[in-house]
Structure formats: structure tokens, C-alpha cells
């Protein structure tokens, strides 16, 4: 682990770094000259699951219609500033939780961007025969549904058994799910303190019965005002435990899957749809909370709802903190997302950046050769499976920064967690 706690501490500190805001209040940024992705943030979930620490509040509809509301007409201010998008991806919070709002929405998107790939988030109580019906009609070719796991003890104790069902309940309405839209992607979480080798395997074995088209498997990831809820609920994370059932789901998955990222596995031998964050190098974040990656500068959304529906009353964009970036730090998250889609060509880097990867990358790069992470053949810097561990590492560690930043602004705009 010796290396992987360098990888991780490495990530940490850029992560710090990369999540330093200017002060002020940013202007928004630029259209570039090419369609690029649209993340819309809906952040109201019924109940709070405990190790979450992503930007969410309680559902209450009234709230949640005044902010699709103010939803739709960023999303317009984009379009006037003259923007364009080719990919939508609608995140959470549950996306779902209102649908006839989020189908208008959908059906505004649509007009204005055609976009082809819209990719929407929910949880298992929306994986009715109508609602996916509804999404497809609506131009979804992605549904991601959080599972998390199929062990009943670990969905009691994460407080999402009796939300969203057990583990016989999740997997049949994941099976009856597939065939609505082009990919059923089933998001799990592997690693909590008390999920035992046993637990991961019934997992395993649940999931080949369901047989979504894709699965994503992420290590659990707690900001550091989660970590000590956590602990207090199911003890310390173990990150020789996370090695351990990394190797065992990729080796499981393995038969009936491919990798087409570090975490993500979809069907072999069918076109899927991917996460936003691999195959975009550019998007915008809509919505109260939402981060966008434009123009060199990453860019974040005010994280309280009530300023949020008001900056955008007024006509003004809701942004609250934005932080550009020089070419190296950008090159080095061209090189971090780029790999966690497995390989990165050195050909279209060097056009974005105008200098090869060995120029702007050199350390990194030698880092990686020399601990067995990355092979190079023609000029394709690829991951090996080594690599692939390395780089859940680095992702875990990175999102963990975008959550402690969120924790901060939530903290700021005066949100508990809860
Ligand atoms: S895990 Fe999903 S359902 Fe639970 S609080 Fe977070 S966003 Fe909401």
C-alpha cells in the first residue's frame, strides 16, 4: 500500500489546491466554439442517507417546483449567452423526485440543444414500467439507478431498506428495469467498514442475476465532516479491504463485462453510454451547487437554494466561486480523467495543449512508468490493471475534495448536514 498512500496523499494536497476559489463574485464564463456537456444538479432526496455527501436537502414540493423553475431559466441564460450541448447529465439528490417537472425540463432541453446522449440519475422506488417509459420518451438513453448494495443488514444499517427495499425487492425491479432506455446502469458502493468479503459476493452474485447493461462500482468516499457519522455508525474505513474487493469485483465482472473506466463496467460487445467526466472536457453545472469546467476555470454554483432562486429572479447567473486554472494543472486533469477512461492519445493532447504529454507530464508520467501504473505503445498512454487501482485511488481522493468543498459552501450557505 506503500504506493497508493503516496498516490493518495499526492491527490489530497492537488485537490486542496485545485478547490482554492478566487474571492469574489466570478462572471460567467465564455460559449466555446463547440457543443459541450450540460450537468444539471437537482438536489431534494425524500430521506438523507448518512454517508452521503453530495449537495442535498429534504424534499418539499414547493420548494422543489420554485427551483425548477429557476432551473429552466439558467439553463436559458446559457442558451442567450450561446451556448450549445451536446450531452446532458441530470445528477443528485433524486432527479426523479418530480417528475413532471424534470420531463418539462427534459422537453426544453430537447428543443433547444437536441443533445444526444441524456444521462438521468434515480433511486429504485422510480423504477416503475411508466416512469421509464416517460424517461425514454423523453430522449433518456442513460438511467442510473443507486443501488449501493443487495445485503440487507448493510442497507439497514445505511438506513435505505426500508426506503427503497430489500435485497430481493432491489434486485427484481433492477431486472425488470433493463430494455426502457439504451443503458440501466446500477451505481453500487463497495468498502463500507462493516461489509464483509461474504456481503461483496452476494452483491456479485446479485448483479449477474439482475444483469444491468452497466455498473459502477465505486469505492465509499466520505468528506471529512461525514467521516466522523460514519464512524460512530459502522466504524473506520479500511483501505487494504478496498485493494482486496477492487480485485475481486474486477475479476467477477470480468467474464460478462468490460471496463470502460477505472470503476465503471459495461456489457461486452454493446455500445454504452459513459460517465460525463470521461468522455467531456468541458461542461457546465446548472442548478444550486452544480460545478462547471469552462474555458480553463472551473466555476461553482451558489450552494444555497433561496440565493440561488433569487440571483436567477434577477436575471443574474447564480455563481458563487470560480478558480482558472494554468495549463499545467489543466493538462494534469486532462491526464487524471482522460485515464480513468483507461487510455489517453497523445495526438489530440498535444493539439489542446500544444506541447506532448512527456513535456507538461514528465514526473507524472515517470511516476506511473516506474510503478508499474501506465504502459505507452504509439503514442496511447494506457492503464494497466495495476493502473487501474491506482487511479480509483486518485478519483476517491479527488472526489473526496469536491466533497469537503462542498461540505464548506453548505456550511457557508448555512445548511446543516444531517
Ligand atoms: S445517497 Fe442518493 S438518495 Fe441518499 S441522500 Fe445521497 S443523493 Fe439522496
Not at 3 to 12: F, K, P, T, Y
Not at 115 to 144: F, I, Q, W
Request: proline share 5%.
Amino acid at each position: 500500500m506503500i504506493v497508493e498512500n503516496l498516490i493518495a496523499r499526492m491527490v489530497r494536497k492537488a485537490s486542496s489546491r485545485y478547490f482554492a476559489f478566487e474571492d469574489g463574485r466570478p462572471q460567467p464564463p465564455c460559449a466555446p466554439a463547440e457543443p459541450i456537456h450540460l450537468y444539471i444538479h437537482i438536489p431534494f432526496c425524500a430521506e438523507l442517507c448518512p454517508y452521503c455527501s453530495f449537495h442535498r436537502v429534504p424534499y418539499r414540493e414547493e420548494r422543489a417546483r420554485e427551483y425548477f423553475r429557476a432551473l429552466k431559466r439558467e439553463i436559458d441564460m446559457y442558451r442567450d449567452r450561446g451556448f450549445s450541448f451536446s450531452g446532458v447529465y441530470v445528477g443528485g439528490g433524486t432527479p426523479t423526485i418530480l417528475l413532471d417537472e424534470l420531463l418539462d425540463l427534459l422537453a426544453r432541453v430537447q428543443r433547444d440543444f437536441s443533445p444526444s446522449e441524456v444521462s438521468v440519475e434515480t433511486n429504485p422506488d422510480r423504477l416503475d414500467a411508466r416512469t421509464l417509459e416517460l424517461l425514454a420518451d423523453a430522449g433518456v438513453k442513460r438511467v442510473s439507478v443507486g443501488i449501493q448494495t443487495f445485503s440487507d443488514p448493510l442497507l439497514k444499517s445505511i438506513g435505505r431498506y426500508d426506503k427503497y427495499g430489500s435485497s430481493e425487492v432491489l434486485k427484481e425491479r433492477l431486472a425488470k428495469a433493463k430494455g426502457f432506455v439504451q443503458t440501466l446502469n446500477a451505481d453500487m458502493i463497495y468498502n463500507f467498514p462493516t461489509q464483509s468479503r461474504a456481503m461483496l459476493e452476494q452483491d456479485l452474485e446479485a448483479l449477474k442475476e439482475a444483469s444491468p447493461d452497466q455498473i459502477t462500482f465505486y469505492p465509499l468516499m466520505i468528506s471529512d465532516a461525514t467521516r466522523k457519522k460514519m464512524t460512530d455508525l459502522m466504524g473506520r474505513v479500511n483501505y487494504r479491504k478496498e485493494r482486496l474487493f477492487y480485485s475481486l469485483i474486477t475479476s467477477h465482472l470480468a467474464q460478462d463485462y468490460r471496463a470502460s473506466s477505472a470503476w465503471c463496467f459495461s456489457k461486452k460487445d454493446t455500445s454504452m453510454i459513459d460517465e460525463y467526466v470521461v468522455v467531456s472536457q468541458e461542461y457546465v453545472g446548472a442548478g444550486s451547487g452544480a460545478f462547471g469546467l469552462v474555458g480553463g476555470g472551473i466555476y461553482a454554483n451558489t450552494f444555497s437554494l433561496p440565493a440561488y432562486c433569487e440571483r436567477i429572479f434577477r436575471g443574474e447567473f447564480p455563481l458563487s466561486a470560480r478558480r482558472l486554472f494554468s495549463v499545467r494543472e489543466l493538462s494534469r486533469y486532462a491526464f487524471l480523467m482522460g485515464l480513468f477512461g483507461l487510455s489517453m492519445d497523445s495526438a489530440p493532447f498535444r493539439k489542446r495543449f500544444g506541447s506532448p504529454p512527456w513535456w507538461l507530464l514528465g514526473p507524472e508520467l515517470l511516476f506511473f512508468l516506474l510503478t508499474g501504473g501506465i504502459r505507452i505503445e504509439q503514442g496511447r498512454i494506457m492503464l494497466t490493471p495495476r493502473g487501474r487501482y491506482y487511479w480509483v485511488v486518485m478519483m476517491r481522493e479527488f472526489f473526496t475534495g469536491v466533497d469537503n468543498f462542498r461540505d464548506l459552501s453548505r456550511e457557508a450557505a448555512g445548511i446543516t448536514a444531517r
